[in-house]
């Protein structure tokens, strides 16, 4: 007896896993460059034993799940979660911090639930989290970017390589400097201005190095809505709602200032955060509307942690948050199908 024929519509395109994925790397290559350019050579190590170690703890959880390794590496997903990891840390991070967080994202927040498609967190920023949790003094550890007056030299391939792997000794106390949300959130006395003439980490607006790296990031993120990777609704959501907080919130340059719109805008890990990490597909909202909402959720929380919070940059905590939020969004805020009325919520009495 023959099969029934699948008479249903499928919809096809030229946006495969693998595509996606590809396309959001090369859209992380204007902030890859400027990181590079600002810190040395220590992102792009950063990002060449991230992926290794993404790579590896995929084939190894793989083979033990006895799926198709090959198939599976190819689909660039892996590859993806460890260059967001390697960008959020702290360039000229140990070697060993960039191993837990990368194994830590791979194997529990991927595939403890299943692999691609079924992780409900973030897995980048579930790894991010973890190492800053567990190893906050290596977390913060920024090197002073370049042109700061007060900065050794950009180190070299040879010389980041041996600082990551602890050959040398202790980063110089020159070397080192606290980041534009680091300064705020300890300051109590000086006003925005004399913050910004006594400590070099605040530039213009969004702290010495951290607008240029942001805007690659905004550009990076244009790219990809260009390409229709993803929609407006996310990125949209989480910086109009930042930008809102921080507007309502800004109580002027003093020394009790949280800082302006556009300090928070072109600061920490906001662009990075709002074009390649709340538009995951996978552990944000589905629906337009949910994307909106989850994309605000996303920057209203990131704006609590910065402001109140103990921590100075929010946007992995806030996302994580959200994560857990996507399944209810995404219940409310089901589309109506086609030739049905509106679904009703909740129940009826005797029901």
């Not at 409900?120 to 920023?125: D, E, K, L, R, V």
């Not at 004399?194 to 942001?214: K, Q």
Request: hydrophobic residues 50%.
């Amino acid at each position: 007896m023959a099969l029934p024929r699948i008479t249903s519509p499928h919809a096809t395109g030229h946006n495969r896993t693998q595509k996606v994925m590809q396309l959001v790397l090369l859209a992380t290559v204007p902030g890859i460059l400027v990181l590079t350019w600002l810190y040395g050579f220590g992102t792009l190590i950063n990002l060449l034993w991230a992926s290794a170690v993404a790579l590896g703890c995929e084939a190894a959880v793989l083979r033990l799940r006895s799926r198709p390794v090959t198939f599976f590496l190819r689909d660039c997903s892996a590859l993806l979660t460890a260059v967001l990891l390697a960008l959020a840390l702290p360039p000229y991070s140990p070697w060993w911090l960039t191993l837990v967080a990368t194994g830590f994202a791979i194997v529990f927040g991927k595939h403890l639930f299943g692999g691609l498609g079924q992780n409900p967190f973030n897995p980048a920023m579930l790894g991010y989290v973890v190492a800053l949790i567990s190893f906050p003094v290596e977390m913060t550890s920024w090197p002073a970017p370049r042109g700061f007056e007060a900065a050794t030299p950009t180190l070299g391939l040879l010389e980041g390589l041996q600082r990551i792997l602890g050959l040398t000794a202790g980063l110089p106390d020159a070397w080192t400097q606290a980041t534009a949300l680091d300064a705020l959130k300890v300051n109590k006395s000086l006003t925005i201005a004399e913050l910004w003439a006594s400590n070099p980490a605040f530039g213009s607006l969004g702290g010495y190095g951290a607008e240029a790296v942001n805007l690659a990031f905004l550009a990076g993120g244009l790219f990809l809505l260009y390409k229709r990777v993803f929609t407006w609704h996310a990125p949209v959501g989480m910086l109009a709602a930042l930008a809102l907080m921080s507007l309502l919130f800004w109580n002027g340059a003093g020394s009790d200032s949280n800082g302006s719109p556009l300090f928070h805008l072109l600061t920490g890990a906001t662009m990075l955060g709002a074009f390649f990490i709340v538009t995951d597909p996978v552990s944000g909202a589905t629906s337009l509307r949910g994307r909106l909402l989850f994309g605000a959720g996303v920057g209203v929380l990131a704006y609590v942690i910065r402001a109140w919070g103990g921590y100075p940059d929010g946007v992995a905590f806030a996302v994580l948050l959200m994560n857990l939020a996507a399944p209810t969004i995404d219940y409310y805020t089901r589309p109506r199908t086609y030739g049905h009325r509106k679904p009703e919520r909740g129940f009826k009495l005797g029901e």
